[in-house]
Nanobody, 122 residues
């Protein structure tokens, strides 16, 4: 079982930045692919970014490429999402996800955090 705890969400103006963190309880953190998903009101939960076990493989959704950066620190059991040049359409609840290291990036793993709200004002 893996417990994930997100932090770092909040309210920011368009063009601003936020950094999300997700700390995992598992000592096997380094064996999991880690991803960030987001869900806006009335919409499905979609992949934002993913990073493989070693950090050598990374995926970004087209809508955030060039603005967001995912990274991980296996020594701290933590994955990060640096979000720059935020837009109102980035407003959503952001969820940390842990899962197997293979398969489509858009398919989530079995472990979820509680979510953290990101609100971007225009």
């Amino acid at each position: 079982q893996v417990q994930l705890v997100e932090s770092g969400g909040g309210l920011v103006q368009a063009g601003g930045s936020l950094r999300l963190s997700c700390e995992a309880s598992a000592r096997t953190f380094s064996t999991y692919r880690m991803s960030w998903f987001r869900q806006a009101p009335g919409k499905e939960r979609d992949i934002v970014a993913g990073i493989n076990r070693s950090g050598g493989g990374i995926y970004y959704a087209a809508s955030v490429k060039g603005r967001f950066t995912i990274s991980r620190d296996n020594a701290k059991n933590t994955v990060y999402l640096q979000m720059n040049s935020l837009k109102p359409e980035d407003t959503a609840v952001y969820y940390c996800n842990a899962g197997p290291s293979s398969g489509s990036w858009s398919i989530s793993g079995p472990y979820w955090g509680q979510g953290t709200q990101v609100t971007v004002s225009s």
